[in-house]
């Protein structure tokens, strides 16, 4: 082998040596921190009751600070689709009057990935008439899909209907 091509040779292994640390170093550059751990079927149940917790409280904009600002919320006792946070706090500036506090029936918890889970099944919602005290008791299904965003679980679709042979 001449002097040349040894140095040709070695060249060629240097490259290529180069590259394959280089695109090693890469991988693992963007591979990044590895994913949290889902999320426990108990911790998605709690947001729920965080989400009737704000309820309690009376301020819309607490209730909306629930949902993440692209949400969608097809709500119990209106017809109107909510598709943002201005349309939400509106929903509930009129819902919260009637003092809702629900209670779920029946749950049924799929946690899809450690960024995201539903909840979905029945609840009873209490309301309270504002003006003669008098409580009726709606019963209706429920769907909440949740994604964790900025490291916050969100409500990101919600949909409540009353029972259709209630």
């Given at each position: 082998?001449?002097?040349?091509?040894?140095?040709?040779?070695?060249?060629?292994v240097t490259v290529t040596t180069v590259l394959a640390l280089g695109t090693?170093?890469?991988?693992?550059?963007?591979?990044?921190?590895?994913?949290?751990?889902?999320?426990?079927?108990?911790?998605?149940?709690?947001?729920?009751?965080?989400?009737?917790?704000?309820?309690?409280?009376?301020?819309?904009?607490?209730?909306?600070?629930?949902?993440?600002?692209?949400?969608?919320?097809?709500?119990?006792?209106?017809?109107?689709?909510?598709?943002?946070?201005?349309?939400?706090?509106?929903?509930?500036?009129?819902?919260?009057?009637?003092?809702?506090?629900?209670?779920?029936?029946?749950?049924?918890?799929?946690?899809?990935?450690?960024?995201?889970?539903?909840?979905?099944?029945?609840?009873?919602?209490?309301?309270?008439?504002?003006?003669?005290?008098?409580?009726?008791?709606?019963?209706?299904?429920?769907?909440?899909?949740?994604?964790?965003?900025?490291?916050?679980w969100l409500i990101v679709n919600h949909h409540s209907s009353v029972m259709?042979?209630?």
């Open positions: 082998m001449t002097r040349r091509s040894m140095s040709k040779r070695a060249a060629v090693l170093g890469t991988v693992a550059a963007t591979a990044g921190p590895q994913h949290d751990a889902k999320a426990s079927k108990k911790q998605i149940a709690a947001l729920f009751d965080g989400w009737n917790a704000a309820l309690q409280t009376g301020d819309p904009k607490k209730v909306a600070n629930r949902y993440a600002p692209d949400a969608v919320l097809l709500p119990t006792v209106s017809n109107e689709i909510r598709t943002d946070r201005a349309e939400i706090v509106d929903y509930f500036e009129h819902f919260l009057p009637n003092k809702p506090v629900a209670k779920k029936v029946e749950t049924y918890i799929n946690v899809l990935d450690s960024d995201s889970a539903i909840d979905a099944g029945a609840y009873d919602i209490t309301l309270t008439d504002p003006k003669t005290g008098k409580k009726r008791v709606v019963e209706a299904r429920y769907t909440y899909e949740y994604e964790k965003r900025g490291g916050k259709p042979e209630g």
